[in-house]
């Protein structure tokens, strides 16, 4: 979501406008900025941030500075220790537009010393918290069958919640007192996600918690503290054995690993927002659609399809569509033709394989 293609129709961020003064920067305050904590709404369809009322200049020499966050909250006044939250069950689908987890995903941007223009003010938006990911691993003991019907959730422990943020550099510094473990949104690559606080969990504390058919097991960083990194997505792949006598498990750890927070699939109630969106119609012109629209269907990863898709559809994304990773069809009408297509939104995996 830290790129222009991560936002998707009806986003709302935050912005603040602070007028430079005799030459200096000025400073952000709750109140009586150029603008204060005004409300930009994302329109997929012209690509624009709308708002509701024009911010003007002060003149034509006076730079500002601009400030944005996300996801927008009403009534900020707090700027230098604005309350933030993370969710604690990210796993949760919300009544609105966007799930816990996203929820979560503090974002903030600056543009400094921006001279008076016409042109478009561009905020480069980054994670101000920490991303996790854990990723289980089938190891030995079990059958496919055994492994897809394993019962799983996976928490990460002890991190404190609350935090305040500073909006004049984005930085989160934890509050309060640890409650309970965070539990983690699972994606469909059976990996699970989570945001958390930068903070620094001790030697010996539980890291991460993973609960198989009823059972809960820990891993736990024995040889050093662990420091949550801002804007860092910190990655553990753990590798669970079915023992031989039946019933239990065991956890062994394949890899962790710091890396960059990239995209991620978890958001809008766990559907990519970066993709490609296309409307068909008239079921069987799909491969038209795209090719109006100038996609290279070669190169395509993550793609919306809203209107109707028939079988012949399916198809050509099976053959020709090497590269997607992503297919949302939340929106789709299935046109039936023959007995493969089922209902809406299901294909029978002899049209569309599972992976």
Known sequence: RADDGGFADGDCMGVFVVDYEDGQPGMLQGSGNRATNYALTYDVVSGEWKGNTTIYWKDNSTPVDVYGYYPFEVGVTEVEEYPFTVAADQSLKSDGKMSAYEQSDFLWAKSGNVQPTTNVIRLSYHHQLAGVKVILTKGTGFTDEEWNKLSRQVTVDNTLRNATINLSTGIATPIGEYDRPITMAPESNGSYRAV????????????????????????????????????????????????????????????????????????????????????????????????????????????????????????????????????????????????????????????????
């Open 196 to 355: 958390v606080v930068p903070q620094t969990v001790k030697a010996g504390e539980n890291l991460i918690g993973i609960t198989l058919n009823g059972r809960s097991y820990n891993y736990k960083n024995s040889t050093g503290d662990h420091t949550y990194m801002s804007g860092k997505l910190h990655k553990f792949t753990i590798q669970v054995n079915k023992k031989a006598d039946g019933g239990d498990f065991e956890l062994e750890l394949v890899s962790e690993e710091i890396a960059a927070w990239e995209n991620d699939e978890s958001s809008h109630n766990f559907i990519l927002s970066a993709y490609v969106i296309i409307h068909v119609e008239t079921a069987g012109t799909l491969e038209t659609c795209l090719t109006e629209k100038g996609a290279n269907v070669e190169d395509l990863k993550n793609l919306k399809v809203t209107g109707e898709l028939t079988e012949s559809d399916f198809q050509f994304i099976r053959e020709k569509m090497t590269y997607l990773s992503a297919l949302n069809l939340e929106e789709v009408k299935m046109v039936r033709t023959n007995a493969n297509i089922h209902s809406e939104g299901t294909v029978q995996n002899d049209i569309f394989p599972a992976g």
